[in-house]
C-alpha cells in the first residue's frame, strides 16, 4: 500500500483530522475524547488568538483512501524568544501502529520546521501548556483527567524509533481523600496568623470571574519560569476564561489574599469529566451536556488542574492552606479521590507534598526532543 502524507488545508480535512482518533480509540475504556467543536475551533487562528504569536501546521497519513495517523507543528516564537532557541513542537500525533507511518509523520514535521529555521524538535506539546501536552508513557490502565492525555502504549516505541530522546516526565497521583488531621488543620491556621492570610471560597461563577484576572496575573508569574511555559497575554487570558472558568464549580476553587488583598494563592479542582466526555462521545448535544453537569454536581472523584503560589509565598506552608481547604470541601460534597494533572519529576517540592497523602504514583507523560541537522 502507497502511504500519502496530506496538510490539512480545507474545512472537511481538519474535520477529518478532529474525528481521527475517535475511530483509532474506538472501545478503549480509557480514552477521554474531547469536544469536537473546541478542538475544531483551537485548531483555527480564527478563534485561537495563540495563533498570533504561534505558526502552525497540520497533516493526515493516508493509506490509499483510509486515514492511518496525523500530526500538526507548532511555533511558538514568544516561548522561543523566552528561552533563547529555535524550538519546533510536534502536537497531536496519533497514528496505527505501523512504523512507517510514525516515521512519516515525524519526518513531515521536521522537514517543514527545518524550513522555518528551527533546530530543535519537542513533544508532544501543545499551543501552550494549557494545550495538550505529554505523552502517556506508563498508567494505561487507569482513566486520564480532562485535563491529562491517554494514548496508545506502542506509540513510546515509534517514537523513539525515530531519533526522539527523554527531554522531561510529569507524573501524576491519585490521593485517597480523608479527614484533615488535626495537626495539619493547626499548621495550616499558623501559617494563616503568622502571614495576615485569608483564604477566599466561592459559591457562585459569578463571584469566581471577579478575581479572574488576578488569577492569571498568578499564573503568569508563577509558571512563567516552568518548561514549555510562556505568558499568557490580554487575548489568551480573555480565550481562557471564556473556555474553563464558566465551566468550573466554583466551590472546589480556593484562593488565598495577602493583608493587602492580593491574590497569592490558588488552587482549582473540578468534578471530574472524563466518565461524562466518555457518555457524551465528543458532542454538547443533544446529551452531552446533560453528563457534563450531572458530573459537575455530584462527583466521587476531584481533579486537581492547577495550583499556583506566588515566588514570596512558596515554601512557606501555604500549600498546605489550599489543600485543607480543598479536602474540608471534597469531604462536606462526598469526594474519595483526587486525581493530580502533571507535575514535573523534577519538582520535589510539589511530590513530596502529595506524598504525605494516602497516594498511588499511578501515571507518567513524557516530552521527546530531537536535534534538528
Not at 491519585?174 to 488543620?185: G, N
Not at 496575573?217 to 505568558?231: E, K, R, T, Y
Not at 453528563?291 to 486537581?304: M, N, Q
Request: with cysteine; aromatic share 14%; hydrophobic share 35%.
Amino acid at each position: 500500500m502507497e502511504l500519502r502524507i496530506s496538510e490539512v488545508k480545507t474545512k472537511n480535512d481538519l474535520k477529518t483530522f478532529v474525528n481521527f482518533p475517535f475511530s483509532l480509540y474506538k472501545n478503549n475504556k480509557y480514552w477521554v475524547p474531547y469536544l469536537k467543536s473546541e478542538e475544531i475551533k483551537t485548531l483555527q487562528a480564527k478563534y485561537n488568538p495563540a495563533f498570533e504569536h504561534c505558526k502552525a501546521k497540520f497533516w493526515l497519513a493516508y493509506y490509499n483512501n483510509e486515514v492511518v495517523g496525523r500530526i500538526g507543528a507548532i511555533i511558538n516564537y514568544e516561548y522561543n524568544k523566552k528561552v533563547n532557541k529555535n524550538i519546533g513542537r510536534f502536537s497531536r500525533f496519533e497514528c496505527i501502529n505501523d512504523k512507517n507511518v510514525a516515521n512519516e509523520l515525524l519526518k513531515t514535521v521536521e522537514n517543514w520546521l527545518k524550513s522555518e529555521r528551527m533546530e530543535y524538535v519537542y513533544g508532544p506539546l501543545g499551543f501552550n501548556n494549557l494545550d495538550t501536552q505529554g505523552l502517556l508513557v506508563e498508567g494505561f490502565e487507569y482513566l486520564p483527567s480532562v485535563a491529562s492525555v491517554y494514548h496508545h502504549q506502542y506509540y513510546k516505541e515509534l517514537i523513539e524509533s525515530c531519533g526522539y530522546k527523554k527531554e522531561i516526565d510529569w507524573i501524576e497521583f491519585r490521593l485517597t481523600i480523608k479527614e484533615v488531621p488535626e495537626k495539619a488543620k493547626k499548621f495550616s491556621e499558623l501559617v494563616k496568623k503568622r502571614y495576615n492570610l485569608k483564604v477566599l471560597q466561592f459559591k457562585s461563577t459569578k463571584e469566581l470571574l471577579n478575581y479572574s484576572d488576578q488569577i492569571f496575573n498568578l499564573f503568569n508569574i508563577a509558571f512563567s519560569p516552568l518548561f514549555s511555559v510562556n505568558q499568557l497575554n490580554e487575548k489568551m487570558k480573555e480565550y481562557y476564561k471564556k473556555k474553563y472558568l464558566k465551566l468550573l464549580n466554583p466551590e472546589f476553587i480556593k484562593l488565598i489574599e495577602d493583608e493587602n488583598k492580593n491574590i497569592i494563592a490558588f488552587i482549582i479542582g473540578m468534578p471530574s469529566l472524563s466518565e461524562a466526555m466518555q457518555k457524551a462521545k465528543g458532542r454538547l448535544f443533544p446529551f452531552g451536556i446533560y453528563y457534563i453537569y450531572k458530573a459537575l454536581k455530584k462527583p466521587e472523584v476531584v481533579d486537581l488542574l492547577l495550583t499556583a503560589i506566588h515566588p514570596n509565598y512558596q515554601s512557606k506552608g501555604v500549600s498546605a492552606i489550599l489543600i485543607n481547604e480543598l479536602q474540608k470541601t471534597m469531604l462536606e460534597k462526598g469526594v474519595k479521590y483526587a486525581e493530580t494533572t502533571g507535575i514535573f519529576e523534577t519538582n520535589h517540592d510539589a511530590i513530596n507534598h502529595w506524598k504525605n497523602y494516602e497516594h498511588i504514583q499511578h501515571k507518567r507523560k513524557r516530552c521527546y526532543m530531537k536535534e534538528l541537522k
